[in-house]
């Protein structure tokens, strides 16, 4: 007899028919994209969605980002029940107003003290550039996001990991954390003479049914949307 599975909604229209009903409970998913590929908008709709729609507590790690800039983000793209979720602690954002104040070792303990006190079920760590800051040697650097993912998986916690992708589609190059993750979501920005178009393109997914068709999404009020039946005309043949 199948066991049955409730996969983790992603919050984002359309993303979750892609991956077959959400992501696979106690993942780590890496997101990664160019500048302006709606990579940060796609982790804050996933922390979003899990407070006000599944009961779920949400950690947003912003660390380019202040209190302030992240609920005013949150505003801009329609999440209007951002700043009442953080208000009754269903959201906890822990953001450069936090890390200014701390040092490497408080910062670190800091989070899975936040993890342990708000009993967060989801993660956004954005970007991944959290532990090139504080380990600039690439093995500890390793080293320590391979922990910091078992913590997250033995307390069942599913997490987005934000990465910046400097290369362009087709031409991205592969990292580490793409073997090191349990799943690698790519957002990407695809030219057709002078038009440029968002894609969504899943790649690598553990434990878990999922479509690698790549597919065109949009964003606007609301945040991001998929559309799972199309074909990106920029790719079209």
């Given at each position: 007899m199948?066991?049955?599975?409730?996969?983790?909604?992603?919050?984002v229209?359309g993303?979750?028919t892609i991956?077959?009903g959400?992501?696979y409970?106690?993942s780590?998913?890496?997101?990664?994209g160019?500048?302006?590929?709606?990579?940060?908008?796609?982790g804050?709709?996933f922390?979003?969605?899990?407070a006000?729609d599944?009961g779920?507590?949400?950690?947003?790690?912003?660390i380019?980002?202040t209190?302030r800039?992240?609920?005013?983000y949150?505003?801009?793209?329609g999440l209007e029940a951002?700043?009442?979720?953080?208000?009754?602690?269903a959201i906890t954002?822990?953001?450069d107003?936090?890390f200014?104040?701390?040092?490497l070792p408080?910062?670190l303990e800091?989070?899975?003290?936040?993890?342990?006190?708000?009993?967060a079920?989801?993660?956004?760590?954005?970007?991944?550039?959290?532990?090139?800051?504080?380990?600039?040697q690439?093995?500890?650097?390793r080293?320590?996001?391979?922990k910091f993912i078992r913590?997250l998986?033995?307390?069942g916690?599913t997490?987005?990991?934000i990465?910046?992708a400097?290369?362009?589609?087709?031409n991205m190059p592969l990292?580490?954390?793409?073997?090191m993750?349990?799943?690698?979501?790519?957002?990407?920005l695809?030219?057709?003479?002078?038009?440029v178009?968002?894609?969504?393109w899943v790649?690598?997914?553990?434990?878990q049914?999922?479509?690698?068709?790549?597919?065109?999404?949009?964003?606007?009020?609301?945040?991001?949307?998929?559309?799972?039946?199309?074909?990106p005309y920029?790719?079209?043949?």
């Amino acid at each position: 007899m199948a066991q049955h599975i409730d996969y983790v909604s992603t919050g984002v229209p359309g993303a979750d028919t892609i991956l077959n009903g959400g992501i696979y409970p106690g993942s780590a998913v890496l997101v990664s994209g160019p500048p302006g590929s709606g990579k940060s908008i796609f982790g804050m709709q996933f922390v979003y969605a899990g407070a006000r729609d599944h009961g779920e507590g949400g950690l947003i790690v912003a660390i380019e980002e202040t209190d302030r800039s992240l609920s005013e983000y949150a505003g801009s793209i329609g999440l209007e029940a951002w700043d009442s979720l953080v208000e009754k602690g269903a959201i906890t954002m822990m953001t450069d107003d936090y890390f200014a104040r701390t040092d490497l070792p408080g910062s670190l303990e800091g989070i899975m003290e936040v993890l342990g006190r708000t009993e967060a079920r989801r993660m956004v760590i954005d970007p991944m550039n959290l532990f090139k800051y504080y380990f600039p040697q690439d093995v500890d650097r390793r080293r320590y996001l391979l922990k910091f993912i078992r913590i997250l998986k033995r307390r069942g916690i599913t997490s987005l990991i934000i990465s910046e992708a400097m290369g362009v589609f087709p031409n991205m190059p592969l990292t580490e954390e793409m073997y090191m993750t349990d799943g690698n979501i790519s957002l990407f920005l695809s030219r057709s003479g002078n038009n440029v178009e968002r894609c969504f393109w899943v790649t690598k997914m553990r434990r878990q049914a999922f479509s690698m068709k790549i597919v065109p999404m949009g964003i606007g009020r609301g945040g991001i949307e998929v559309f799972p039946d199309a074909v990106p005309y920029s790719l079209g043949e």
